[in-house]
Every structure is written in structure tokens, then in C-alpha cells.
T-cell receptor
Framework: DAGVIQSPRHEVTEMGQEVTLRCKPI?????LFWYRQTMMRGLELLIY????????DSGMPEDRFSAKMPNASFSTLKIQPSEPRDSAVYFC??????????FGPGTRLTVT | GQQLNQSPQSMFIQEGEDVSMNCTSS?????WLWYKQDPGEGPVLLIA?????ELTSNGRLTAQFGITRKDSFLNISASIPSDVGIYFC?????????????FGKGTKLSVKP
């Protein structure tokens, strides 16, 4: 069975550019989560969706970040404009229950 | 915000030794999860615990949900080189937003052959 799929795996962009990260959750999972991982702060929940509806976006850093889930099999996390401090690994996870979360391989974002 | 205290931060052990790590919280948790992360990969779920006192095994791994609901431990028996990685505890606090897992900072395990 395919796990959570994320693209791209690596993204290098210049400050000010728009970045879009993509996620395909595991089929049948009704919850989807976006996390950011850095050495300093560890794993932080940014936002999560249940049945395609955003439930908790309190972890989204600021208005430059936005996330959408137009259907049960696709979600995007957009950063516009990007800044060097946004450099991190971004993970998408999905869950059938909200408790047992299954992570994708991550997107390593570097903003120069 | 809430934090989980995970210890130790790192461990260097000899192949074949047993390993123990734990996680504590100042508040009650409903759920404890243990993950392992290899370099360049996402965390992989190892064990999920849902009841105070619950003891669950997955191969050489054993985890327990503390009776007080404020702690959990993970044991690895007879370690092997492929056990190398970072182990994270995660939990959902009682009364917290469903789905909002709090993660520990991780325990980095190194195994000497």
C-alpha cells in the first residue's frame, strides 16, 4: 500500500518567492496534518484537517502560510512570500482516527 | 505551550544491550505514541497506547502508558545496528484539541557493533 506521498522532496528557492508543498494522504484516512521540523523547535503542528475541513490552524506561523484541502486525496501548504527562517523540513501526515498519524517522507525547504 | 520532557537526549550503546527511554508531562495525556525517525525520512509509528497502565509490545520494542497518565517509556531489547535513529514520544493531552499531538524533542540512539 502506498503511504503518504509528498512533493517535492527538496525545494530551494529565493526569499520572496512563492512555495507550494503538496501532499496525498493514505486512501481512506479522513484526517490530514501539516508539520514543520527544525533543530531548534522540533516537530510543530501547523494545521490539521478532518474530512477536508480545517479544524485547528493555531500553529500556522503567520499570514504568509496557507493550507488547503480541496478533496480527500490532496492538500497543499503554500508560503507566500517565503523567508529564510521558513527553511525547515515540512511533513504531511494522515490518520484514520486523528490519534495514529502516519507521516510522509517530508519536503526539505531551503530559502536563500 | 505544553511540552513533553523526553530523556535521555542521546544514547551510545553496544549492540546487544537493552535500551530504555522515557517521556514525562506535567499534565494528563489520553494517548501516547512512540515514533522512530531515520535520517532524511519521516517519523514511523512504532507503538500506540490508549489506556493508563497499558503495556504493548512490537517485536523487540515494549512501551507502557504510565499509571499517572503523565508518563510513558519505551524499551528496546537486544539492540541491533538498524535500531539507530531518533525516537520520539508524542501524546494528546486530556482536554486538548483532537489530533493535536505534542512531540518530545527526541532521543538519538547510536549502536556500536
Amino acid at each position: 500500500d502506498a503511504g503518504v506521498i509528498q512533493s517535492p522532496r527538496h525545494e530551494v528557492t529565493e526569499m520572496g518567492q512563492e512555495v507550494t508543498l503538496r501532499c496525498k494522504p493514505i486512501s481512506g484516512h479522513n484526517s490530514l496534518f501539516w508539520y514543520r521540523q527544525t533543530m531548534m523547535r522540533g516537530l510543530e503542528l501547523l494545521i490539521y484537517f478532518n474530512n477536508n475541513v480545517p479544524i485547528d490552524d493555531s500553529g500556522m506561523p503567520e499570514d504568509r502560510f496557507s493550507a488547503k484541502m480541496p478533496n480527500a486525496s490532496f492538500s497543499t501548504l503554500k508560503i507566500q512570500p517565503s523567508e529564510p527562517r521558513d527553511s525547515a523540513v515540512y511533513f504531511c501526515a494522515s490518520s484514520p482516527t486523528s490519534y495514529e498519524q502516519y507521516f510522509g517522507p517530508g519536503t526539505r525547504l531551503t530559502v536563500t | 505551550g505544553q511540552q513533553l520532557n523526553q530523556s535521555p537526549q542521546s544514547m551510545f550503546i553496544q549492540e546487544g544491550e537493552d535500551v530504555s527511554m522515557n517521556c514525562t508531562s506535567s499534565s494528563i495525556f489520553n494517548t501516547w505514541l512512540w515514533y522512530k525517525q531515520d535520517p532524511g525520512e519521516g517519523p514511523v509509528l512504532l507503538i500506540a497506547l490508549y489506556k493508563a497502565g497499558e503495556l504493548t509490545s512490537n517485536g523487540r520494542l515494549t512501551a507502557q502508558f504510565g499509571i499517572t497518565r503523565k508518563d510513558s517509556f519505551l524499551n528496546i531489547s537486544a539492540s541491533i545496528p538498524s535500531d539507530v535513529g531518533i525516537y520520539f514520544c508524542a501524546g494528546q493531552s486530556y482536554g486538548g484539541s483532537q489530533g493535536n499531538l505534542i512531540f518530545g524533542k527526541g532521543t538519538k540512539l547510536s549502536v556500536k557493533p
